[in-house]
């Protein structure tokens, strides 16, 4: 399995502010995943991170709102902009385990989370 | 959507007794996963079972996929306060991207 932290690990932010969540993995993997887990709802995926590459978004997930960035094969960050109430959620990183420049396996690590609260 | 659902929502049982879940989705998949979560934090991966398997079995876990009716089960045998979660089945369909089912929250009272 792989070792995911995120920070922070919860926040309490202001209507119009951005956060910025950061993902760090302990070694080297392919993809990795951002999800939004809203007040007792189940996961949605919002986009999918590759090195390299722009993120490929959802439906329903645009770059102005959720911007993503992946400057290497070990980290990664996810902004929620201009925040609203609805914003409130937890939002997790996932990895599909796998090495750099090879086959990536369909189980997914979470990282614990980060739980954002917007007044 | 092609959000699974996830029955029943809610479970209570007592310790030493077996839970069951279901999962049905909507689309072929490669495989499907199950995950639990404890009290909103991280999602622990649990069992993958395949689109070509019909049964699967890890320590108190067995898992069953019904591809013809788009439907999985999970059991717990002889459950403890500490199987006390959230549990959501997930398929993928390709590129490891994972449609999660709606959960179910399972309390084990001792």
């Known amino acids: 399995s792989a070792v995911i932290s995120q920070k922070p690990s919860r926040d309490i932010c202001q209507r119009g502010t951005s956060l910025t969540i950061q993902c760090q993995v302990d070694s080297q993997v392919t993809m990795m995943f951002w999800y939004r887990q809203q007040p007792g709802q189940s996961l949605t995926l919002i986009a999918t991170?590759?090195?390299?590459?722009?993120?490929?978004?959802e439906s329903g997930f645009v770059i102005d709102k959720f911007p993503i960035s992946r400057p290497n094969l070990t980290f990664s960050t996810l902004t929620v902009s201009n925040m609203s109430p609805e914003d409130s959620s937890i939002y997790l990183c996932?990895?599909?385990?796998?090495?750099?420049?090879?086959?990536?396996?369909?189980?997914?690590?979470f990282g614990p989370g980060t739980r954002l609260t917007v007044l | 959507s092609q959000q699974g659902e996830e029955d029943p929502q809610a479970l209570s049982i007592q310790e030493g007794e077996n839970a069951t879940m279901n999962c049905s989705y909507k689309?072929?998949?490669?495989?499907l996963q199950w995950y639990r979560q404890n009290s909103g934090r991280g999602l622990v991966h649990l069992i993958l079972?395949?689109?070509?398997?019909r049964e699967k079995h890890s320590g108190r876990l067995r898992v069953t996929l019904d591809t013809s009716k788009k439907s999985s089960s999970l059991l717990i045998t002889a459950s403890r306060a500490a199987d006390t979660a959230s549990y959501f089945c997930?398929?993928?369909?390709?590129?490891?991207?994972?449609?999660f089912g709606t959960g179910t929250r399972l309390l084990v009272s001792p």
């Open positions: 079972i395949r689109s070509n398997e």
């Open positions: 689309t072929s998949i490669n495989n």
């Open positions: 991170a590759n090195q390299g590459s722009e993120a490929t978004y």
């Open positions: 996932s990895v599909s385990r796998g090495l750099a420049g090879g086959p990536s396996t369909d189980t997914q690590y």
């Open positions: 997930a398929t993928t369909t390709g590129f490891q991207k994972l449609v």
